[in-house]
Nanobody, 122 residues
């Protein structure tokens, strides 16, 4: 069955780095896109960054451009979100999701994993 599980969140100071992991099973990266979303306290969930089946990585959130990067590890069936130069406004629950082939900035993804909390202190 299709499974997605996000992990790697925690508490970090401003300017620090974290790498989130999204462990995937039940589908192939060759025909699915994986996107990262976040939901800050009291706010709606928003798309952050995505990698499609061809390896392209469109940004959905301008504030993370140049700081966040997505990568895939086929051997481990895992997608990573590398977060550098973290800011307090990055504080949110981060989750990963998958859909067929192409990225979407909206939440119309077929499969969702449990979120992991990232807290950036000032």
């Amino acid at each position: 069955e299709v499974q997605l599980q996000a992990s790697g969140g925690g508490l970090v100071q401003t300017g620090g780095s974290l790498r989130l992991s999204c462990a995937a099973s039940g589908f192939t990266f060759d025909d699915h896109a994986v996107g990262w979303f976040r939901q800050a306290p009291g706010k709606e969930r928003e798309g952050v960054l995505c990698i499609n089946s061809a390896g392209y990585m469109p940004y959905f959130e301008d504030s993370v451009k140049g700081r966040f990067t997505i990568s895939r590890d086929y051997a481990k069936n895992t997608v990573y979100l590398q977060m550098n130069s973290l800011k307090p406004e990055d504080t949110a629950v981060y989750s990963c999701a998958a859909r067929l082939n192409y990225c979407s900035p909206s939440s119309n993804y077929d499969y969702w994993g449990q979120g992991t909390l990232v807290t950036v202190s000032s």
